[in-house]
C-alpha cells in the first residue's frame, strides 16, 4: 500500500508560469519531508524539506507547502524555467517516533516539463 | 573531490550470476542506503547501513546481500541474479538523521 502519492506522472508548464507538483500521503506518523529532483542519468538531488511543525518552507523559487490536516503537501516552483524539467520525488519520513531512522518513503514521481 | 561515487555506471550480466555494485563516500556520513528505481515504483529500500558493521533490511531486500567493513563503503551484492533484478541502483548517505539525503549518479543493471 502506497504511503506517499504523487497522483500526476507528468506535467506541463510554460516558462515564466507556476509549476505545483503535488503529493499526498496516509501515514500519520510521517513528520519530515523532502523533495527531490532527478535529471536523467543522474541521481537524486535534495531540493527542499519542511517539517511538520511549518506549514511553508521557501528558498528562492521554490516554496514546498504543508496541509497535515488533508496529509497533503505541495511544490510551487515560481517561475518556472526550462532547466527545471526533471522528474520530482517526494519524500517522507518519521524522525521523531525513532524507529525508522529517518528512512525515507519515496513517491513514484512527476515529470515535469517547462515548454520555452 | 568529496562526494558519493557508485560503480560501474552500466553493467551487463547473465541469470544465476554474481554481481557487486560499489558504492564509495567521502564525507564520512554514519548512514548509507541502497534504492532500486523501476518505472512505475518509484525509488524503493533495499537495505541501509547506521554505520560501519550495522546494516538492515529495507523494504526489497530479497536477494540482495550488504556489507560494511569501513564507514565510507557500502557494496551491494546480488548473490545470484534474476531477470528481475535489472533495474538502476541507487547508493546513498547522509549524516545525522535531520541531515537529508545525498545520492549517488547510479548504475544501471541489466540481467539477460
Known amino acids: 500500500d502506497q504511503q506517499v502519492k504523487q497522483n500526476s506522472p507528468s506535467l506541463s508548464v510554460q516558462e515564466g508560469r507556476i509549476s505545483i507538483l503535488n503529493c499526498d500521503y496516509t501515514?500519520?506518523?510521517?513528520?519530515?519531508f523532502l523533495w527531490y529532483k532527478k535529471y536523467p542519468a543522474e541521481g537524486p538531488t535534495f531540493l527542499i524539506s519542511?517539517?511538520?511543525?511549518?506549514d511553508k518552507n521557501e528558498d528562492g523559487r521554490f516554496t514546498v507547502f504543508l496541509n497535515k490536516s488533508a496529509k497533503h503537501l505541495s511544490l510551487h516552483i515560481v517561475p518556472s524555467q526550462p532547466g527545471d524539467s526533471a522528474v520530482y520525488f517526494c519524500a517522507a519520513t518519521e524522525f521523531s517516533y525513532g524507529g525508522s531512522q529517518g528512512n525515507l518513503i519515496f513517491g513514484k514521481g512527476t515529470k515535469l516539463s517547462v515548454k520555452p | 573531490d568529496a562526494g558519493i561515487t557508485q560503480s560501474p555506471r552500466y553493467k551487463i550480466t547473465e541469470t544465476g550470476r554474481q554481481v557487486t555494485l560499489m558504492c564509495h563516500q567521502t564525507w564520512s556520513h554514519s548512514y548509507m542506503f541502497w534504492y532500486r528505481q523501476d518505472l512505475g515504483h518509484g525509488l524503493r529500500l533495499i537495505y541501509y547501513?547506521?554505520?560501519?558493521?550495522?546494516?538492515d533490511k529495507g523494504e526489497v531486500p530479497d536477494g540482495y546481500v550488504v556489507s560494511r567493513s569501513k564507514t565510507e563503503n557500502f557494496p551491494l551484492t546480488l548473490e545470484s541474479a534474476t531477470r528481475s533484478q535489472t533495474s538502476v541502483y541507487f547508493c546513498?548517505?547522509?549524516?545525522?538523521?535531520?541531515?537529508?539525503?545525498?545520492f549517488g549518479d547510479g548504475t544501471r543493471l541489466s540481467i539477460l
Open positions: 519542511i517539517s511538520s511543525i511549518k
Open positions: 547501513s547506521a554505520a560501519a558493521d550495522i546494516t
Open positions: 546513498a548517505s547522509r549524516g545525522g538523521v535531520s541531515q537529508p539525503q545525498h
Open positions: 501515514n500519520s506518523m510521517f513528520d519530515y
